[in-house]
């Protein structure tokens, strides 16, 4: 069972005339399985990327092992969603809630690396999905963080009201605004397509001596329709996560990033295996080769859809 924001725009469009809401909601239809791309020797349909991003829905609210990337940066979220804590001299950064009822578990995570939850002061965010943002109202309202949003993706984090609650937005950032906070500058990359605000991260972290260029990306996964103004949006938003430096990629599912097997690699004088510049565009790859085999199943006149 998928949640209806992880689902076609058919679905969702159905459940929103339905009245239904966002975040309550769970479709039986799953992804298509069809078109079908090989990337860098895998092979992949919509339905099994989407299962490669989520998991089951244990693995969406069950803790993975909260551990340090590098610096000052740390993995707090889910088996498979991503969440990720900023330590600075004053006060912390958090990218993406995850669901509301994952707060307690993202909580748990921060004290577990001994730290206080009550020091996050801004809460940032990949985009504007229920499985990445639904938990900025309670984040907010037990740390007093400021939450900042992309602009393009406010109205539909307006949308994401759970238990009732408006969404916060404190702050509304706009293309390659830097957020700052204690030394640690983050710079805000819009990269549009799968939601209009989708905000893929950059900073510089300190390790060691060394400077490491850090990019967590927002999802390049395409919806199973494409638009003209969708199909834009992409093609652009390829050009610029290709374009950005990049020592550690990271990103908002951690299979997107291998980040199971690569925490499985930590340790005892190793070198850093998220330190992996030569994969910094597998994501990208494995997203634009979907993308171009679903615009031609369009143009084919294939029914996109789940059928
Ligand atoms: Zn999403």
């Given at each position: 069972?998928?949640?209806?924001?992880?689902?076609?725009?058919?679905?969702?469009?159905?459940?929103?005339?339905?009245?239904?809401?966002?975040?309550?909601?769970?479709?039986?239809?799953?992804?298509?399985?069809?078109?079908?791309?090989?990337?860098?020797?895998?092979?992949?349909?919509?339905?099994?990327?989407?299962?490669?991003?989520?998991?089951?829905?244990?693995?969406?609210?069950?803790?993975?092992?909260?551990?340090?990337?590098?610096?000052?940066?740390?993995?707090?979220?889910?088996?498979?969603?991503?969440?990720?804590l900023?330590?600075?001299?004053?006060?912390?950064?958090?990218?993406?809630?995850?669901?509301?009822?994952?707060v307690?578990?993202?909580?748990?995570?921060?004290?577990?690396?001994?730290?206080?939850?009550?020091d996050?002061?801004?809460?940032?965010?990949?985009?504007?999905?229920?499985?990445?943002?639904?938990?900025?109202?309670?984040?907010?309202?037990?740390?007093?963080?400021?939450?900042?949003?992309?602009?393009?993706?406010v109205?539909?984090?307006?949308?994401?009201?759970?238990?009732?609650?408006?969404?916060?937005?404190?702050?509304?950032?706009?293309?390659?605004?830097?957020?700052?906070?204690?030394?640690?500058?983050?710079?805000?990359?819009?990269?549009?397509?799968?939601?209009?605000?989708?905000?893929?991260?950059?900073?510089?972290?300190?390790?060691?001596?060394?400077?490491?260029?850090?990019?967590?990306?927002?999802?390049?996964?395409?919806?199973?329709?494409?638009?003209?103004?969708?199909?834009?949006?992409?093609?652009?938003?390829?050009?610029?996560?290709?374009?950005?430096?990049?020592?550690?990629?990271?990103?908002?599912?951690?299979?997107?990033y291998n980040?199971?097997m690569?925490?499985?690699?930590?340790?005892?004088?190793?070198?850093?295996?998220?330190?992996?510049?030569?994969?910094?565009?597998?994501?990208?790859?494995?997203?634009?080769?979907?993308?171009?085999?679903?615009?031609?199943?369009?143009?084919?006149?294939?029914?996109?859809?789940d059928?």
């Amino acid at each position: 069972m998928k949640k209806i924001s992880e689902l076609n725009p058919f679905v969702y469009v159905l459940a929103f005339v339905l009245g239904l809401s966002a975040t309550s909601i769970t479709a039986q239809t799953p992804a298509p399985d069809h078109p079908t791309v090989t990337v860098h020797g895998r092979t992949y349909t919509p339905r099994s990327i989407l299962e490669r991003n989520m998991g089951t829905t244990d693995d969406q609210t069950t803790q993975f092992p909260p551990h340090r990337i590098i610096g000052n940066l740390y993995y707090v979220g889910t088996r498979t969603l991503s969440s990720f804590l900023i330590v600075t001299p004053q006060g912390n950064i958090l990218i993406d809630t995850t669901y509301e009822r994952n707060v307690p578990t993202i909580q748990k995570s921060v004290e577990q690396l001994g730290f206080k939850f009550s020091d996050i002061k801004i809460v940032l965010g990949s985009h504007a999905h229920g499985d990445h943002q639904e938990g900025d109202a309670l984040v907010k309202q037990l740390t007093g963080a400021q939450v900042m949003a992309m602009s393009e993706d406010v109205p539909a984090l307006k949308m994401i009201k759970p238990g009732g609650k408006e969404h916060p937005i404190d702050k509304m950032l706009h293309d390659r605004e830097s957020v700052m906070l204690g030394g640690t500058t983050l710079v805000a990359h819009l990269t549009p397509g799968h939601t209009r605000g989708c905000t893929t991260w950059t900073m510089k972290m300190q390790d060691g001596g060394k400077t490491y260029d850090v990019v967590i990306n927002c999802s390049l996964r395409p919806p199973t329709m494409l638009t003209p103004a969708i199909v834009d949006e992409f093609n652009r938003s390829f050009k610029i996560v290709r374009s950005l430096p990049c020592d550690i990629p990271l990103g908002d599912h951690p299979a997107q990033y291998n980040m199971e097997m690569k925490h499985s690699r930590l340790g005892n004088g190793r070198p850093n295996p998220f330190v992996d510049g030569a994969n910094c565009r597998v994501e990208a790859d494995i997203q634009e080769a979907m993308f171009h085999a679903i615009q031609a199943e369009q143009q084919k006149g294939n029914n996109p859809g789940d059928h």
